[in-house]
């Protein structure tokens, strides 16, 4: 089978890897297709931690090939949806239900080889069934959507709030539509490209403004009448992060969603951050959220076929010119397609 081997920054190599021997808790899966995540870019750049070397890839979707026994829910040609990220069950955070927050994390594409290429061995606990007519154009946006799931749930967003969304690429879009689902009375989304900022507006954004112009930041602030219910951070980086504490509203609450490089920081006068009585969250990965978010996708309740993912081909040529981003003009998303 061939797949997207990472040796380490800057290296990947589209090669030919053995199939593995299947233990009796896993599937082989003909991967469909991998979407390209900001993470990968991360690991890619060296800006993430992942094993070396690896295959790369950790939203994907596929077909049931061969199962290591059987599974009462599951057969041969079954479609599925596969929850990458893998806790152990045994450490002092999974005994307390915080699965995200494992010390042993294992993570298909991160740590355990992944999605990015034609095959792909996943143990049976990661895999989610998907009706058999389900494209999936679609199922790979479970995995970010169900990320999004939980951080929505962290920042607890009650109808009628005001919500601003720093960042309008897939992650930002996805929260968007979350956040409609919540009640949001308000939902300003902020983006410095254009395509992004119509795709917000297409989405029935209420609001949608370029952080570039230079008055922006006050008539959000005038908008919301001081400030946003919530803001979600959907960047990562700096920009982004003082943004987020410079338009949150006094009793407000920030998630920081976007995973930022290594150097990057948000300074904070603490008097500001003390009279505002804010409260500053993160979100990381999906614990119990992939099958809301499978669900949410099967049930049509959110629209991802407005990212129209595209297909990059699993060879050296296609791949070097994906992660060196030498060709993402008005793409918002890509995906592997290991099998085409
Ligand atoms: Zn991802
Ligand atoms: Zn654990």
Redesign the pocket.
């Known amino acids: 089978m061939q797949a997207l081997w990472f040796n380490g920054q800057h290296e990947i190599e589209v090669k030919e890897l053995m199939i593995p021997k299947l233990q009796q808790d896993e599937l082989l899966v003909h991967v469909d297709a991998c979407?390209v995540?900001?993470?990968?870019f991360h690991i890619y750049e060296g800006q993430a931690p992942s094993s070396i070397p690896v295959v790369l890839g950790?939203?994907y979707t596929g077909i049931i090939l061969e199962m290591g026994s059987k599974f009462h829910n599951l057969k041969i040609g079954d479609k599925i949806a596969i929850n990458p990220n893998i806790h152990c069950g045994y450490c002092e955070f999974c005994r307390k239900g915080k699965i995200n927050l494992c010390s042993n994390l294992k993570a298909l594409g991160v740590t355990l080889n992944g999605g990015m290429s034609q095959l792909s061995v996943v143990p049976v606990t990661q895999a989610y069934l998907l009706p058999n007519d389900f494209p999936y154009s679609k199922s790979v946006f479970a995995?970010?959507l169900s990320?999004c799931i939980h951080g929505i749930n962290l920042a607890e967003i009650l109808p009628g709030e005001k919500v601003l969304i720093i960042g309008a690429g897939t992650i930002g879009l996805l929260m968007l539509q979350l956040v409609q689902l919540r009640g949001a009375s308000d939902v300003i989304v902020l983006d410095p490209i254009r395509f992004k900022r119509d795709m917000a507006s297409s989405l029935n954004a209420d609001h949608v403004f370029n952080p570039l112009i230079e008055d922006t930041l006050e008539k959000i602030i005038h908008l919301t009448y001081g400030g946003a219910d919530t803001v979600i951070e959907c960047v990562g980086n700096q920009v982004a992060g003082e943004s987020a504490l410079n338009l949150v509203r006094k009793g407000g609450k920030i998630l920081i969603f976007g995973l930022s490089n290594n150097s990057d920081l948000i300074k904070v006068y603490m008097q500001t951050f003390f009279h505002k009585e804010l409260t500053l969250k993160s979100s990381i990965l999906n614990p119990y959220t992939f099958q809301s978010a499978v669900d949410l996708l099967v049930n049509n309740k959110i629209n991802v076929e407005i990212f129209n993912p595209h297909p990059v081909l699993l060879n050296q040529d296609s791949v070097e010119k994906l992660f060196n981003r030498s060709d993402n003009k008005n793409i918002i998303k890509f995906m592997v397609t290991p099998n085409n």
């Not at 995540?37 to 990968?40: A, P």
């Open positions: 979407g995540c900001g993470t990968d950790h939203e995995e970010p990320c």
